[in-house]
């Protein structure tokens, strides 16, 4: 019988400076920062997280070729999309595009992007609203 996937749990980024990628994702994406394990590091949102792993040491078992800045992640967000552009400005984070239409998991999204400070693509995507008929 083939398992049925319920949620994803948790996912992996590399990164080349832990404590770096754990403020950015902490003061850009308002996510909480974990510590478990003997020293290892991850950001909660919701009932996921992200486990960070350093480049330069990352643990077993791992994927078959680590590298920093290859994640491409889209969160979702509350809206509007403006005011998520409008924070990143106050910010200083670069858009590197958007806002743009696109089509989420489950209808379409506004989206705007940006990198991480080791280059992933982060992708924020608020759900349109349903039109109250």
Not at 14 to 34: H, I, K, P
Not at 50 to 74: M, Q
Not at 101 to 116: E, K, M
């Amino acid at each position: 019988m083939t398992p049925r996937i319920r949620r994803l749990d948790h996912l992996v980024i590399t990164v080349a400076d832990v404590e770096r990628t754990v403020a950015f994702y902490v003061s850009v994406l308002g996510m909480e920062a974990v510590a478990f394990g003997e020293g290892r590091r991850a950001l909660r949102f919701g009932s996921q997280k992200i486990n960070v792993h350093p480049v330069d040491s990352p643990l077993e078992p791992k994927a078959s070729t680590p590298t920093r800045g290859s994640a491409d992640l889209c969160f979702v967000v509350d809206g509007p999309i403006a005011a998520v552009v409008e924070h990143l400005r106050d910010l200083e984070v670069p858009v590197v595009a958007g806002p743009v239409p696109r089509t989420g998991a489950v209808g379409p999204i506004q989206s705007v992007y940006l990198r991480d400070p080791d280059g992933n693509l982060l992708e924020l995507a608020c759900y349109e609203p349903t039109p109250h008929v």
